[in-house]
């Protein structure tokens, strides 16, 4: 096959939640930053953001509601552009089945056009996944843009691709793979994210409940940094970007982008989506004086659970006077005392209240992350892990079940313990559904205490009122 490998097709894949959970709507920075990439370097780039332009179409089945484009629409949208390559987003294990229907779409129609996917589930389980799917020719490993750039430079050149780094992928039958190639791209190079290619008035206008914007505002997310110092047994997140890996933009890199934003897109509100920005706190201070400096009507919203830990009086009030509406902290699971090793770090509880107290002094919408769940913990601690929660004043509560997300070491844990629940399928991984069976607890204590715990929050909402 011959191809100049100029025009690339990016699709987002549709959204998975519980029939009566939350809808998320949230524009996917991870493809808006590819193909801004890709832009860059001369490439056509078209998406086709299955999840926001079938936002309304439903489709439930037992416990699982899946919206966005059908699979055979998704299909049909990327092959009229005729494009050269499909990339496909996978960043979640609830939606990798999903992601593989549109994969196996396109190519039932099209086979020779190559299909890579990448995002943390697929990073994750490259090697998985080749196996099981043929519809799949590469999957990119960790940071996208160097990969995905160097695929296209090798295909076009008839090279090897099983010599690019950051790729597993399938050449002549046989399954080839890369290693995670962490932080390879000056994040100061990144072009602002190309947001022309998305519908950001639909995302407005879907209005997400959890992490939408704060009345129908127009909004984006970004990321600030990349990383994260901490590497939880649970989390992907330096699976992703490499273990202790963490870089962060400098602030002029920054600014620039949030004028592009405000000038060329009018976004009123800036989701802030990093997973650690604590780490270094003269930099994140000097972010905030300037924000609220040269943009004061700007609005923060920071709902990716900042660190409890590390929060302090002096950069909430740096927060509240840059503009910031809504976060959310991760307590997890509450309960310093117990040895709780999957979970390496430890959140010092007395801070909490002190912590919840300023922010609500700055009228700063707090959400609290709890996590449940964990091999090693007991009904008792899990209970006692809501009774703590429910003590403290937050305006939204979200209790996590702990869930082995494939690729983690908490999956391995599991895996070899013989704590997984079996069948499972992969819509299920998002954390409201049990899927670790021990000799203390199983599925259905983690979803009764969850439930319980969700519905004694509400009634405390509702009888405060
Ligand atoms: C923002 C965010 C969200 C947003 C949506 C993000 C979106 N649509 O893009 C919201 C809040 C809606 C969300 C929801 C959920 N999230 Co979330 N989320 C994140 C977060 C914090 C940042 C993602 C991001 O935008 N990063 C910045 C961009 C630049 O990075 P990126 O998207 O990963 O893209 C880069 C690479 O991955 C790669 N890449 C990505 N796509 C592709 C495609 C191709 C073809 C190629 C080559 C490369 C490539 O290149 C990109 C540039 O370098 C990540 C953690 C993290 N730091 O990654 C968790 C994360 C992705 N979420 C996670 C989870 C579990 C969930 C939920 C299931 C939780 C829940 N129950 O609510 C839901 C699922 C929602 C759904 N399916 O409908 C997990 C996924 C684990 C897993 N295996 O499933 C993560 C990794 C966090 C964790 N705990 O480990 N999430
Ligand atoms: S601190 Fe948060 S982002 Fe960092 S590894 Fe732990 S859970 Fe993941």
Same mark, same amino acid.
């Given at each position: 096959m011959t191809s100049s490998f100029k025009r690339v097709m990016l699709v987002v894949p549709p959204g998975r939640c519980t029939p009566e959970g939350a809808f998320h709507a949230v524009p996917p920075e991870g493809v808006a930053r590819l193909a801004a990439w890709l832009?860059?370097?001369?490439?056509?780039?078209?998406?086709? &953001?299955?999840?926001?332009?079938?936002?309304?179409?439903?489709?439930?089945?037992?416990?699982?509601?899946?919206? =966005?484009?059908?699979a055979s629409q998704a299909a049909d949208r990327v092959l009229d552009w005729k494009p050269d390559l499909i990339g496909i987003s996978c960043l979640f294990t609830c939606i990798a089945p999903d992601v593989m229907e549109i994969a196996k779409a396109c190519k039932s129609i099209e086979p020779r056009i190559p299909l890579v996917i990448g995002g943390a589930h697929a990073a994750t389980n490259s090697v998985p996944i080749l196996e099981k799917e043929q519809a799949v020719d590469f999957v990119a490993l960790g940071e996208g843009e160097q990969t995905f750039m160097a695929l296209i430079d090798c295909l076009r050149n008839g090279g090897n691709p099983s010599e690019i780094e950051g790729l597993t992928g399938r050449e002549n039958g046989q399954i080839f793979k890369g290693h995670l190639v962490s932080q390879n791209i000056d994040l100061n190079t990144l072009p602002p994210p190309a947001w022309d290619l998305f519908s950001i008035d639909s995302y407005v206008e879907a209005d997400s409940p959890l992490c939408g914007p704060q009345g129908k505002k127009r909004f984006l997310p970004t990321s600030w940094s990349r990383g994260c110092i901490n590497a939880c047994s649970y989390c992907l997140t330096s699976r992703v970007w490499g273990t202790g890996n963490y870089q962060k933009r400098s602030v002029a890199h920054i600014l620039d982008e949030v004028k592009t934003l405000r000038n060329s897109f009018n976004i009123e509100e800036l989701h802030v989506q990093d997973d650690c920005l604590l780490a270094d706190k003269t930099w994140l201070?000097?972010?905030? %004086?300037?924000?609220?400096?040269?943009?004061? *009507?700007?609005?923060?919203? @920071?709902?990716?659970?900042?660190?409890?830990?590390?929060?302090?009086? *002096?950069?909430?009030?740096?927060?509240? #006077?840059? =503009?910031?509406?809504?976060?959310?902290?991760?307590l997890e699971a509450g309960m310093p005392e117990k040895d709780l090793r999957f979970i390496h770090k430890r959140v010092p509880l007395s801070h909490a209240r002190e912590i919840i107290a300023a922010l609500h002094g700055h009228a700063i919408y707090i959400t609290g992350n /709890?996590?449940?769940? /964990?091999?090693?913990?007991?009904? &008792?601690?899990? *209970?006692?892990?809501? +009774?703590?929660?429910?003590?403290? &004043? /937050? %305006?939204?509560?979200?209790? @996590?079940?702990?869930?082995? /997300?494939? =690729?983690?070491?908490?999956?391995?844990?599991? +895996?070899? #313990? =013989?704590?997984?629940? +079996?069948p499972h399928n992969f819509n299920d991984f998002r954390f409201s559904k049990g899927l670790i069976q021990t000799g203390e607890f199983g599925p259905k204590d983690t979803e009764r205490i969850r439930r319980d715990g969700w519905l004694r929050h509400k009634t405390k909402l509702f009888e405060a009122d």
């Open positions: 832009r860059q370097h001369g490439i056509e780039v078209s998406v086709v &953001d299955t999840l926001i332009e079938g936002y309304d179409n439903r489709l439930i089945k037992g416990k699982s509601a899946r919206y =966005g484009l059908t201070h000097t972010i905030l %004086d300037a924000l609220a400096n040269e943009h004061p *009507e700007l609005v923060l919203d @920071f709902s990716n659970g900042f660190d409890i830990m590390t929060l302090d009086i *002096e950069t909430i009030a740096r927060m509240a #006077h840059a =503009g910031t509406r809504r976060v959310s902290l991760s /709890f996590m449940m769940g /964990f091999p090693g913990q007991t009904i &008792d601690d899990m *209970e006692a892990t809501v +009774e703590y929660a429910l003590s403290l &004043d /937050f %305006d939204k509560l979200c209790l @996590f079940i702990a869930t082995p /997300f494939p =690729g983690s070491p908490l999956y391995a844990y599991c +895996e070899r #313990h =013989g704590y997984l629940v +079996e």
